[in-house]
């Protein structure tokens, strides 16, 4: 079964620092997604992308955070000078139409702790 | 917010069905239920989603009340590997899944 891959598993970064988190969507998806997850709390949206740019954004999708599909394979979410508050699961999602009606595939996260 | 009510937590013993209210009740017509559940930390998984009509596919059957203000998610035969944190989600906007609290299932022998 085809599945949306995550990497790395577990990012452990220095404030300040700028990390880029990795994502191979579903390969005929055309939807891209990225949501976080801080401990013990919900899952929030962050960002969607389709035809490379960005349809909505979340308030926390500031500044700060950047998404991109450098080749036909991969979506990225960089975060330029991470935060202690940084610190969360993220999860990138695709799906194959458009998101009203058609579910969406999660990866498994990457761990990101930023220290 | 999140468009929706859940029950914080509930118990379904082993083989059982699993009855899972929701409550939507600003749903707007062109928004979709869908259903979600994230088993411990992992990525969530979707489940199903419907508009109007009640579904049903190999995990579960969505019943979806005629005024489209509440739904019910059932999980046929319970086993433990269904022990999740279980979502019901209106579409909020294009390409945007609002995910709140959830309901806890645990699944007992």
């Known amino acids: 079964e085809p599945e949306v891959t995550q990497t790395p598993s577990h990012q452990v970064t220095q404030m300040g620092q700028e990390v880029i988190l990795r994502c191979v969507p579903i390969?005929?998806?055309?939807?891209f997604y990225w949501y976080r997850q801080i401990l013990g709390q919900k899952v929030e949206f962050l960002v969607s992308f389709y035809n490379n740019e960005i349809s909505e954004k979340s308030e926390i999708f500031d500044d700060q955070f950047s998404v991109e599909r450098p080749d036909g394979s991969n979506f990225t979410l960089k975060i330029r000078s991470t935060k202690l508050e940084d610190s969360a699961m993220y999860f990138c999602?695709?799906?194959?139409?458009?998101?009203?009606?058609?579910?969406?595939?999660f990866g498994q996260g990457t761990r990101l702790t930023v220290v | 917010d999140a468009k929706t009510t859940q029950p914080t937590s509930m118990d379904c013993a082993e083989g059982r069905a699993a009855n899972l209210p929701c409550n939507h009740s600003t749903i707007s017509g062109n928004e979709y239920v869908y259903w979600y559940r994230q088993i411990h930390s992992q990525g969530p998984q979707y489940i199903i989603h419907?508009?109007?009509n009640n579904e049903t596919n190999e995990m579960a059957s969505l019943i979806i009340t005629e005024d489209r203000k509440s739904s019910t998610l059932i999980l046929p035969h319970a086993t433990l590997r269904d022990t999740a944190v279980y979502y019901c989600i209106v579409a909020d906007s294009w390409g945007k899944l609002q995910f709140g609290a959830g309901t806890q299932v645990v699944v007992t022998p």
């Open positions: 419907g508009l109007k």
């Open positions: 390969s005929n998806h055309l939807y």
């Open positions: 999602a695709s799906s194959v139409d458009s998101p009203m009606n058609t579910e969406a595939f």
